[in-house]
């Protein structure tokens, strides 16, 4: 039996107004993430990541981002419709998020302690002295001295900081983590130790993550399931294995493609031709077709319908179960 | 066997501190032959951009001897260094602000040639329009300004700025590394072409050991300042031989699940370059340190062709 699911989204479509146009951001995204679990969120540049992640913490910049349709149920609960004052109960509590850039996440004239501290001290009915010493505990937990709890973010690596900054978003314990690109912006070897510690907390914590990455290589060393977006649309959707053993729509298989590997001699490498459409325009049918070698008219024509295999592998490509499953 | 294009002796680069000398580049030899890529890899810091920006004379050298061509371009004058703005060109890592937001794509491209005196107007137009299909933009871009553009497309132009005098040496500053994988894949494959086309020398600075795997001959891996290890490409993935730079390889995160592989763990950060201790640089991270390691590390030829500065090498590697 899977586990209960923390978070369910459904349908979801977000919007961006500027002056002239329209950017359809996301386009009717279906996700579950359940207790205890990584689902992996992976895509480029643009593809709408981030704003999922937004919106499931109601932080979708306002005026111009809007939910135009589709449900986000947290624990059951549709979190789409709570007032801002429930959110804020929930925001950092039970949905905590670690932003890309640690240099910009923390505030600079604020000792790295007393900011973990205050998510603490803001949700939880404790002492002033009871939420530092949690906070000092949070501090340890991430491998950093307690010593250090008054100190600047200045006076940390880019390593440290981007640990400060997870020590903050566990502080409460969330059932629910969104890691955006939380090891992008850090050195390889540092990254090995971030990624390390947060699949050693996890397991610690039991907390569900959505970790959004464009690294394939950091999905395979953290994640068991895998949803790969691509214009705003998860095109395809499955466990760990089925993604990187059976990777089945024509954008998976084009990443894996785009790789260069360590273990291979091959002279080149196989790139996706062109570009992601540009998201202010309304596509009719499949968002990759303009991309993609086997697209036929069909595929220009109509969006295609998620084809789901026995054991649940979901592909958004019409030839999917056709040729090849 | 061939002349090498570019010799670096000793190369040294410090920069004065408030706190003391910083070792960017430290003793740094090498070779490159005509026609193929180095691939300098390291973490920030590493000294892998000085490194070539010093080659370049965009940073004058505190030590050490540069040679192109077997000629000593160390301290050039000013009109031989416009000669050598010709043969020696870079590709810088961010498409984003290397780009002036002001001039549009064909004023870009255009530039060094209308800098460099030699050429007419309609030559430079003709050259302008051929380098834009070279690297792939279209025509239509003629008149676009960077803003307008993606990072791929940016980074293209800046190839193309790079080619505009004809160089036989470049730079490439990370030049993919802001760069979505799908586009990456695209600049890679664009680049080797080039190199086939035009016999071009690269040395390719990247933080990236797959990307640097792929693109590379010969590789020299930099640890504060300093080559630690330096080999073929194939040789240096097959035995890795320092400490460092087998912490660095497994560090790695392996788009593949059945990759079985370990950890090798470093502790801590790197350390600072500021007036660095006269032992080995990596021993505060390193698993092997030993009282041995508090000396001058001196880069041995440990296999054929395969040199490594670490006193402990054979003992760990069982050699």
Redesign the interface.
């Known amino acids: 039996m899977e586990n209960k699911p923390i978070v369910e989204i459904k349908d979801l479509y977000v919007e961006f107004h500027s002056d002239d146009a329209i950017v359809h951001a996301v386009n009717g995204v279906n996700l579950t993430i359940r207790e205890g679990e990584t689902l992996g969120l992976v895509g ?2 643009g593809a709408g990541k981030t704003t999922i992640a937004r919106a499931i913490l109601g932080i979708i910049a306002k005026p111009q981002g809007h939910i135009t349709s589709g449900e986000i149920l947290f624990d059951g609960e549709d979190i789409l419709k709570y007032p801002e004052k429930e959110m804020r109960d929930l925001r950092g509590n039970q949905i905590a998020m670690i932003f890309q850039d640690p240099m910009t996440a923390l505030n600079p004239i604020e000792r790295v302690g007393d900011q973990i501290e205050e998510a603490i001290g803001l949700h939880n009915k404790i002492t002033h002295a009871d939420a530092i010493e949690r906070a000092m505990q949070m501090l340890e937990l991430v491998g950093i001295p307690r010593e250090r709890y008054f100190e600047y973010p200045h006076q940390f ?1 880019g ?2 900081k981007q640990r400060v900054v997870i020590a903050m978003a566990l502080a409460c314990n969330p059932k629910l983590l969104l890691a955006d690109e939380p090891t992008t912006a850090l ?7 971030v ?2 510690m947060m699949k050693e907390l996890k397991e610690k914590l039991n907390t569900a993550v959505l970790m959004i990455t ?8 953290i994640c068991q399931k895998v949803a790969v977006i691509y214009a705003g649309e998860i095109v395809e959707y499955g466990t ?2 089925q993604i ?2 059976h990777p089945t729509h024509p954008y998976t298989i ?10 291979s ?1 091959e ?7 062109g ?1 992601m459409p540009d998201p202010t325009l309304e596509i009719q049918g499949c968002k990759f077709a303009e991309r993609c070698e086997h697209a036929t008219e069909a595929c220009r024509a109509k969006k295609p319908e998620i084809y789901t295999t026995q054991d649940g592998h979901q592909i958004r490509c019409v030839l999917a179960g056709k040729e090849n499953a | 066997m061939s002349a090498p294009l570019l010799e670096v002796r000793n190369l040294k680069k410090y920069f004065k501190t408030g706190r003391g000398m910083l070792h960017a580049v430290d003793d740094v030899n090498f070779t490159i032959d005509e026609g193929k890529t180095l691939g300098v890899v390291g973490e920030s810091g590493c000294g892998k951009s000085t490194l070539g920006r010093t080659i370049l004379h965009l940073l004058d050298a505190t030590d050490g001897q540069i040679l192109y061509k077997g000629k000593d371009i160390t301290n050039p004058t000013r009109k031989e260094l416009s000669a050598l703005r010709h043969e020696m060109q870079i590709i810088f890592q961010d498409p984003f602000s290397s780009l002036n937001p002001r001039k549009s794509v064909s004023e870009t491209i255009m530039e060094p040639m209308k800098l460099s005196h030699t050429m007419k107007k309609q030559e430079m137009i003709d050259r302008t329009r051929e380098l834009m299909e070279t690297v792939g933009l279209a025509e239509r871009f003629w008149g676009t300004y960077p803003h307008e553009l993606d990072g791929g497309r940016r980074q293209r132009i800046g190839i193309a700025r790079a080619l505009a005098l004809g160089p036989r040496f470049i730079v490439c500053d990370e030049p993919v590394s802001a760069l979505d994988v799908s586009i990456q894949a695209q600049i890679l494959n664009l680049m080797l072409d080039l190199q086939e086309d035009r016999k071009l020398t690269y040395m390719f600075v990247t933080h990236d050991l797959s990307v640097v795997k792929y693109i590379s001959d010969d590789i020299l891996v930099m640890y504060l300042g300093q080559v630690v290890e330096k080999a073929h490409s194939d040789e240096l993935f097959k035995n890795t031989l320092h400490p460092y730079s087998k912490a660095l390889l497994s560090a790695i995160p392996v788009p593949d699940i059945h990759a079985n592989n370990e950890l090798v763990t470093m502790t801590g950060e790197i350390t600072s370059p500021i007036n660095p201790k006269p032992g080995c640089r990596f021993m505060a991270r390193c698993p092997y340190a030993s009282d041995k390691c508090n000396e001058p590390q001196k880069i041995e030829e440990i296999l054929p062709n395969h040199f490594v500065s670490c006193c402990k090498c054979r003992e760990i590697n069982h050699l």
């Open positions: 480029e540049t690596s390593g440290m050195d390889v070897t540092i990254q090995a130790q990624l390390k464009h690294d394939l290589g950091v999905v395979a060393s760990l294995e990187f053993d084009g990443l894996f493609g785009s790789l260069p590997k360590l273990d001699t002279k080149r490498l196989k790139p996706i031709k570009m």
